[in-house]
């Protein structure tokens, strides 16, 4: 009984560990497709926002509190 314990709370430990790896923020693309991509928008284009648009208000969100 005392075995079994002891590796579920080994698996639950590094089951937390692995999940705090990474990098917080967007995903990046692999080098190749930033090489492709490197050609950007001209302002005249209309993508994208438009110039001086003030950012989206933020909705709060229950879980907020584990993300920030």
């Known amino acids: 009984m005392l075995k079994r314990t002891q590796i579920a ?3 639950t430990l590094a089951a937390l560990a692995l999940a705090g790896c ?3 923020g967007p995903l990046e693309a ?4 930033k090489a492709e991509n490197a050609a950007v928008a001209s302002a005249e284009s209309g993508q994208g926002k ?9 909705k709060p969100f229950v879980l907020d509190g584990l993300i920030r």
């Open 30 to 33: 692999p080098p190749s497709a």
């Open 22 to 24: 990474g990098v917080r």
């Open 50 to 58: 438009p110039e001086g648009a003030a950012p989206k208000a933020h």
């Open 9 to 11: 709370v080994f698996v």
